[in-house]
């Protein structure tokens, strides 16, 4: 019998989105300048007020509020009509040295033995749902939010976009887990408030999502997604009305309260820990990166066609306490899931330094990984520029290493594949 799977997204003028591209961007600035700093950033956002806390260790200076304006105005939050804007909100920071508590666990005597910047699982997943090897309803739940994104700062077509969105998509599957049909849509926008017959701007939303955001992003999807979306799927745009109170005026926002939609959208597993405002040290973010790699790799390679990596630290101690794999049954090597976690052991080493050393983790990269997930994001090379004292600091770095297909030959050789 066939079922559904439903994800979500949320664009980056959400309020929790815009307090975690706070905190990364604060960290980026803090590890262009030091990149063995040691950062724990905290962003709180609601009406015309950010306020930053955490724990730093860093011989970095960080103009914090220089860094949040530039941030919210970049997302577009620029009009005081908004109850929330760069120009304007107060800036509040409480960021205070790291305890030396953690530090003694995570700094040694030489960078190797570098320990867990605290205990706790995290999670890797992979499929052939997508060519990025992605959850399909997640996947175009953040298509559909970049989309709107892109046509809302071209400002041609739907010129009443604010920068506040959600997105949810469900999918029918059959009962090999292959996705079959695009059952239901759901678009909530934030908007100027245009008319003042709401039934008239609501319908004129809808028709829009219709006619120019949902063929746009169907344009942009291979062949064999493009054929999923039939004429039935249901429609859902501002389906409580009007969505003109949005952002931090209209909900409060925290850093790291969108794990699963930063994840796989509820496919797989997840640990609780978020990723945002942290560096590499904690290995929370740094290890569930790892996991990504090491499923996208192995699902890429062939080893299976659904893949689950959990890795497990204790603080302080360098080596994972464990690793688990689980193929859901889809494993194409006559092996077992043990069998095949011994195998990642061997592959992998998932030490905290081995793990920012493979994936090039102390680099100011992590602004861009704030919205629209962090995984199924394109590898890339980009310039970035920073201030520091008045001076420019310029930085090549690579982003979403850890989306990287550059272990597929290795797992080959080493499953026979």
Not at 361 to 385: Q, S, W
């Amino acid at each position: 019998m066939n079922y559904y799977f439903t994800s979500e997204s949320v664009s980056e003028g959400h309020p929790d989105k815009v307090a975690d591209q706070i905190s990364d961007s604060i960290l980026d600035e803090f590890l262009a300048q030091d990149p063995k700093s040691k950062v724990a950033c905290e962003t709180l956002v609601t009406t015309g007020l950010v306020v930053v806390a955490g724990e730093v260790k860093s011989k970095a200076y960080v103009d914090v509020q220089s860094v949040v304006r530039n941030v919210v105005n970049g997302i577009g939050y620029t009009k005081g009509e908004y109850r929330f804007d760069g120009n304007s909100c107060g800036v509040m920071s409480t960021i205070h040295e790291q305890s030396p508590d953690i530090n003694q666990g995570v700094e040694r005597e030489t960078a190797a033995e570098q320990g867990a910047g605290d205990q706790g699982m995290m999670f890797g997943y992979a499929c052939k749902d997508t060519d990025n090897y992605m959850p399909l309803p997640l996947d175009l739940a953040h298509r559909m939010l970049k989309k709107l994104s892109e046509i809302r700062r071209e400002g041609k077509e739907m010129t009443y976009l604010r920068p506040d969105a959600k997105s949810q998509i469900t999918i029918e599957y059959d009962e090999k887990h292959n996705p079959v049909r695009i059952d239901t849509i759901v678009i909530s926008t934030q908007h100027d408030d245009f008319d003042k017959n709401e039934e008239k701007m609501l319908k004129k939303i809808e028709n829009d999502v219709r006619k120019i955001l949902i063929p746009r992003v169907i344009a942009d999807l291979p062949t064999r997604t493009q054929k999923l979306f039939k004429k039935d799927f249901k429609l859902f745009v501002n389906p409580t009305g009007k969505f003109v109170i949005g952002g931090p005026h209209g909900d409060s926002g925290l850093t790291g309260r969108k794990i699963i939609v930063d994840t796989y959208g509820g496919k797989g597993a997840h640990g609780g820990g978020a990723f945002s405002g942290k560096d590499p040290s904690k290995v929370d973010r740094s290890a569930a990166y790892a996991a990504r790699h090491i499923a996208k790799n192995l699902v890429a390679a062939g080893v299976a066609d659904e893949i689950l990596i959990q890795v497990a630290y204790a603080i302080g101690v360098a080596e994972p306490v464990g690793i688990y794999v689980n193929t859901y049954g889809t494993a194409k090597v006559k092996m077992s899931d043990a069998e095949i976690a011994e195998k990642v052991k061997k592959l992998f080493p998932l030490t905290p330094a081995a793990i920012q050393k493979r994936l090039k983790l102390l680099n100011p990269i992590y602004a861009e990984t704030a919205a629209y997930g962090h995984f199924g994001r394109e590898p890339k090379v980009v310039k970035k520029t920073f201030i520091a004292d008045g001076k420019k600091i310029e930085k090549e770095v690579e982003l979403f290493t850890w989306e990287k297909l550059d272990y597929v030959g290795k797992v080959k050789k080493e499953f026979g594949l």
